[in-house]
């Protein structure tokens, strides 16, 4: 296995298995890239801009912890009624307006 296989490994590692399925901005941000080809700075304003916040506040804590809140995409503190996993997933990709494959593959089990 070469460098380049394992950078490869410890991206999809990253996107399949961080924070129990909850997704942090910088995980949102390297999905943006790897799914559309986009550099740095084009993901970043892009998931802002879906997210309804500025660049800087990708990496503010309290702001986006209210966001994940109020786009039902998970809290990286576990409360009940809190959507996780999968459920959180599904409206990522409702706000992102991205496929991703765990809720596609979901969706076409359950023939939706």
């Known amino acids: 296995m070469g460098f380049g296989d394992k950078i490869g490994l410890a991206c999809t590692h990253?996107?399949?298995a961080c924070m129990n399925g909850v997704k942090t901005a910088g995980d949102l941000v390297l999905r943006m890239q790897?799914?559309?080809?986009m550099r740095i700075n084009e993901?970043?304003?892009?998931v802002a801009q879906k997210l309804g916040v500025s660049v800087e506040d990708l990496c503010d804590c309290?702001?986006?912890e209210e966001v994940r809140d109020r786009l039902n995409i998970g809290l990286l503190r576990p409360l009940t009624g809190v959507p996780t996993g999968l459920e959180a997933k599904v409206n990522i990709a409702k706000v992102l307006?991205?496929?991703i494959n765990s809720v596609e593959q979901s969706k076409a089990r359950q023939k939706l």
């Open 14 to 16: 990253s996107i399949a």
């Open 34 to 37: 790897m799914l559309k080809g």
């Open 43 to 46: 993901a970043k304003a892009y």
């Open 62 to 64: 309290s702001v986006m």
């Open 97 to 99: 307006d991205i496929p």
